[in-house]
């Protein structure tokens, strides 16, 4: 029986947003305000009913069958809907609904079984996805960064390059300086030189032992460590080869990375693909299976009565939709009901109200207007402020320039700190190494004593492996005499089976005649049973005419009686 489904377009129901307008808000000139009003008493729909329809039942053939088909289409949604609380307890509704219903009933859960499997496997193929696509664009944004990075710090080697080159013509300048004056003022000027030379050399180390640093951990990221040098020019040439080499090996391992992670994506869409035409598979045979449970539900409303008359059987999302359609059947009801005239006056009045929302717009526009001048007011002030603390900002940065000096000094006081701490750990390597050494001889003896073990192990291994041999050989040498028997049983069998098979011929064969015989005595029977019949009621019927006829003689005897007594009687 083929099922057909109706569906009907419905329209919206049309929703007035309305806005309160302020009371002492000057009106627009022309008195529109006294039109309004004059426009709205000529219109014949009442305010207070303005979206009931006038009739209360519908009046044609269209649109009660319309009606129908939606409600056919409400008692569907209810029961497919309350199939998950069935299903749980089938054993309860098992008697009310039917074996062929309770079969489909069970055959649907395997089928939405199937499909959350296949939905399950869908899922999982498009989060591997989406997660391989999320490490393609990391790794093409961690590459991006470390290009950037290794630019940035070939700007910084540059500059300092160039400071470099300022400090040495500052300090060759200051060095003939001072020998001029050396020369003029004695000895009191060359302990100021020396004390100048001093701070230089200070600075120097400084900054020898932070490019130092900034290289040690290039070089501990990228997995190599330059030559060290005491020249500023060395040591800047050596950081902008380690830039160089750390940018290019982190280009290049994160493009092998993107172009694995891509071939490993690419790997999923035939995957996907196939999971997705198995899901739309088992998604058409469980519309099929809700189709036929249908099908049994409507030719039996014993079945949906029972189990619509539970309760709670549907979970939020299903009672949810229930709800939807019950107010989507109300809606259509409301447009059925009402003719083109209610609709042309209900216009009318919509017309009207939204007549009046321009109007308030206008004036919430006005109102907007002042309130953007306001807030432009408000980030003009922010932005003042905002000035105050960008100042506030760059006198902390100088702050933070004149700290640098310190940093610096902190940073030589923990070089010195690493290199102590750099013994002490040599010191525990060579500890460590002896205890290593130590327990590579108790490895060594416990190999050769686990070697020894194996061997007589090897041994049990054999002996035991000739014991399964003859086993085997024992074991085929038994299974030969069982098929002789086999054979010689299988022998007296087939004799057996053909003698059989000749009796259940000559059975065969006497069963028809005996059949026959039986049928010819029962036909020999029913006629002799019906002569007995027909004889007795004959026999009746004799008897029944031979009384008739012997009262009949002896009636006539007494007429003929009476007569002769009347003859007498009057002859005397």
């Known amino acids: 029986m083929a099922t057909h489904t109706y569906t009907e377009a419905v329209t919206i129901e049309p929703t007035m947003h309305m806005k309160l307008s302020n009371s002492n808000a000057p009106h627009p000139p022309g008195g529109s305000k006294t039109n309004n009003t004059l426009r709205m008493r000529n219109l ?10 006038a009739r209360k039942k519908l009046a044609t053939i269209e649109a009660q069958r319309i009606m129908a088909v939606f409600e056919e289409s409400i008692k569907r949604a209810e029961i497919v809907t309350a199939l998950p609380y069935i299903m749980e307890n089938i054993y309860r509704f098992r008697v009310s609904l039917g074996s062929e219903l309770v079969d489909l009933l069970n055959q649907h859960g395997r089928i939405q079984q199937s499909y959350k499997e296949a939905r399950a496997q ?11 696509a999320k490490r393609i664009e990391m790794k093409n944004a961690a590459a991006a960064a470390a290009a950037a990075a ?8 540059e ?3 160039i400071f470099d080159d300022y400090e040495d013509e500052d300090e060759e300048e200051e060095e003939e300086n001072e020998e001029e004056e050396g020369k003029e003022e004695g000895d009191g000027d060359e302990e100021k030189a020396e004390e100048a030379e001093g701070e230089i050399n200070e600075k120097e180390d400084a900054q020898t032992v932070a490019d130092d640093n900034n290289t040690s951990a290039l070089a501990t990221d990228t997995g190599f460590l330059p030559k060290t040098s005491t020249s500023g020019t060395q040591l800047s040439s050596d950081k902008e080869d380690v830039t160089a080499n750390v940018g290019e090996m982190v280009v290049s391992r994160q493009g092998s990375g993107i172009s694995r992670t891509s071939s490993q994506m690419s790997a999923y869409e035939p995957r996907i693909e196939e999971a997705m035409r198995n899901l739309g598979l088992v998604a058409q045979q ?14 039996n409303p014993t079945a949906m009565k029972v189990v619509t008359s539970e309760a709670k059987i549907r979970d939020e999302g299903g009672q949810d939709l229930v ?3 019950a107010e989507l059947r109300d809606i259509l009801m409301h447009k059925l009901l009402t003719t083109p005239e209610e609709e042309t006056e209900r216009m009318a009045y919509l017309d009207e109200i939204s007549k009046r929302e321009r109007q308030n717009a206008a004036i919430i526009e006005k109102q907007e207007k002042e309130l953007k001048e306001a807030i432009d007011d408000k980030e003009e002030e922010i932005r003042k402020k905002n000035d105050i603390i960008k100042r506030l900002q760059t006198d902390l940065h100088q702050i933070e320039k004149f700290s640098d000096e310190n940093i610096r000094r902190t940073r030589a006081e923990a070089e010195k700190q690493e290199i102590a701490d750099t013994k002490n750990s040599d010191q525990k390597t060579q500890k460590l190494q002896a205890e290593i050494n130590q327990l590579q001889g108790q490895l060594n003896n416990a190999v050769t004593e686990h070697r020894e073990i194996e061997a007589d192990l090897r041994g049990k291994k ?21 098929q002789d028997e086999y054979e010689e049983i299988d022998l007296v069998y087939s004799e057996e089976k053909k003698q059989l098979e000749e009796l259940e011929e000559r059975f065969a064969t006497l069963e028809k005649e005996y059949t026959t015989i039986m049928e010819e005595r029962r036909v020999a029977r029913d006629k002799r049973e019906r002569a007995q019949r027909e004889l007795a009621i004959l026999v009746k ?6 009384a008739f006829w012997r009262s009949y003689k002896v009636r006539k005897a007494l007429k003929a009686k009476s007569k002769k007594k009347g003859g007498k009687k009057k002859s005397a």
């Open 44 to 53: 014949k729909l009442d305010p207070s009913k303005a979206l009931e329809p």
């Open 122 to 132: 869908l899922d999982h193929f498009l989060e591997k996805r989406a997660f391989l």
């Open 150 to 157: 290794a630019a940035r710090e070939k700007e910084i080697s």
């Open 159 to 161: 500059m300092e390059n």
């Open 286 to 299: 469980v519309s099929h299976s809700c189709k036929n449970i249908l099908r049994l539900f409507s030719i």
């Open 323 to 325: 709800s939807n359609m």
């Open 462 to 482: 054999y002996k035991i492996e000739n014991e399964v041999d003859n086993w085997i050989q024992k074991y085929d040498q038994d299974l030969g005499e069982r």
């Open 541 to 546: 019927s004799a008897t029944t005419i031979q």
